[in-house]
């Protein structure tokens, strides 16, 4: 397993991000200047005046990251909303994500996934999506001060502006459409405003990647899919599709498409990855690659070990499968308990690794389509610094440990979704 050093401008950040020390002061008028420069000239952060002394590595690092705007396209956070009823707006230890530990780790737009497990809710997809929206825009209005739902860039900047989380929906999976494309216009009046055409699972219009072909890419309603969601300005997302439905779509789209949490094949030859070809395409397209930090999907080494404890547990899996037989839901997440504790003691993945693959998306399709797509809240084991949204500065003090110009930071930070955002978004 080869890893490249954790860097110590990363550790200097990480040591700042914990010690409760105050973030560089910046009113919201600031901030709100920072993001018109990022909308305008696709992430350039606010330029250090020639006349103040040279910056320390760290200091760089902290001002690239607090001026830019940061957005991350994929948490799985609604879910500990609706299942769990957790509070969003009050500070946890558990999970990745809060709206006050956001604002603590620079995080400024999130997309939160609408993500409907395909096992519980099938035949009950849809509604199960307008019941995940509905319990988030109740947390998302019980803290006013925190965090504001937004439907389009200049929404997210006004909120942004104000100090507050700029908060956008997005389907994962489209079977909570429930194969019919008139459900597309209702969820983007909800407020959604992209769709992931597949989760692992085939839908009846696209195959996933972690299923059996069963259309080869996208069918003809796929296709008058991909035609709405353009005609209606939500953005098309192909990460966890099929590399068949992933190259139908790029045939029938004429908008920009993301990757909303994906990362490169080249390092890890997963099918949820995207190859170098297939990289390329996308930026042609115009389109722009969000990296996630799940362990499992940036290195092979640490997958190959999990896959084999899966197996060492498989006796253990039965007797939960056993003990809850009624309550297959429980069942399954006790597996998933079981499974990521047992994996926290394998050799872990270091946050070097998530800059590698930004690193090999920047080489191979341009910086100007390489950003962040955290899968926050939604896996068990990732990189191993990356315990949740407050140490999201470490990966700024790597980039400029790794030579990126203030502008490509920032562009990598946020500014590239946030130029797809903009483009496609009516």
């Not at 009113?27 to 330029?47: F, I, L, Q």
């Not at 890890?268 to 690659?289: F, I, P, S």
């Not at 308990?337 to 872990?348: A, T, V």
């Not at 990356?386 to 203030?406: A, F, K, N, Q």
Request: glycine share 8%; hydrophobic share 40%.
């Amino acid at each position: 397993m080869r890893f490249f050093g954790t860097g110590s401008i990363a550790f200097a950040l990480l040591s700042i991000c914990c010690s409760g020390s105050e973030q560089p002061a910046q009113t919201p008028h600031e901030k709100a200047a920072v993001v018109e420069v990022s909308a305008r000239d696709g992430g350039a952060a606010v330029a250090k005046p020639e006349s103040e002394p040279e910056e320390t590595p760290e200091e760089r690092s902290r001002r690239v990251h607090f001026d830019s705007l940061v957005m991350d396209a994929h948490c799985d956070s609604i879910m500990r909303v609706i299942d769990d009823g957790v509070d969003l707006g009050v500070r946890s230890d558990e999970g990745h994500i809060d709206f006050v530990r956001m604002k603590e780790g620079g995080l400024d737009a999130q997309v939160f996934a609408v993500w409907v497990s395909p096992d519980y809710w099938n035949g009950r997809a849809k509604k199960r999506a307008l019941d995940m929206i509905e319990a988030f825009e109740r947390n998302a209005a019980a803290h006013p001060d925190q965090v504001a739902l937004v439907r389009d860039i200049p929404a997210a900047k006004k909120a942004i502006g104000e100090g507050k989380v700029a908060a956008f929906l997005g389907i994962e999976g489209g079977h909570a459409i429930e194969d019919d494309p008139a459900n597309l216009a209702m969820f983007y009046e909800r407020g959604v405003r992209y769709m992931t055409l597949t989760w692992w699972n085939n839908t009846g219009f696209a195959d996933g990647s972690g299923d059996e072909p069963r259309w080869h890419g996208l069918n003809d309603l796929g296709r008058e899919v991909v035609r709405e969601m353009n005609r209606l300005g939500m953005i098309v997302d192909v990460s966890h599709v099929s590399r068949e439905t992933f190259w139908d779509v790029l045939e029938v789209t004429d908008s920009p498409v993301i990757a909303s949490h994906s990362n490169a094949a080249a390092l890890y030859e997963h099918h949820r990855n995207l190859t170098d070809e297939m990289l390329v395409a996308l930026a042609k397209n115009g389109g722009v690659v969000g990296v996630n930090y799940v362990a499992g999907f940036l290195d092979g080494d640490f997958a190959t070990a999990r896959e084999k404890l899966k197996k060492k547990l498989a006796p253990r899996f039965e007797a939960l499968e056993k003990k809850y037989a009624k309550n297959p839901r429980k069942a399954r997440h006790e597996r998933w308990d079981l499974i990521n504790e047992e994996s926290r003691k394998l050799e872990q993945v270091p946050l070097s690794r998530v800059v590698d693959h930004i690193d090999h998306i920047a080489r191979v399709a341009g910086v100007d389509h390489v950003g962040l797509g955290s899968d926050f809240d939604g896996f068990g084991v990732g990189a191993k610094e990356l315990s949740d949204c407050t140490r999201l500065p470490m990966i700024t003090g790597m980039l400029v440990e790794r030579g990126y110009s203030d502008e490509d930071i920032a562009k990598i930070l946020g500014g590239n979704f946030m130029r797809v955002f903009e483009r496609v978004i009516r």
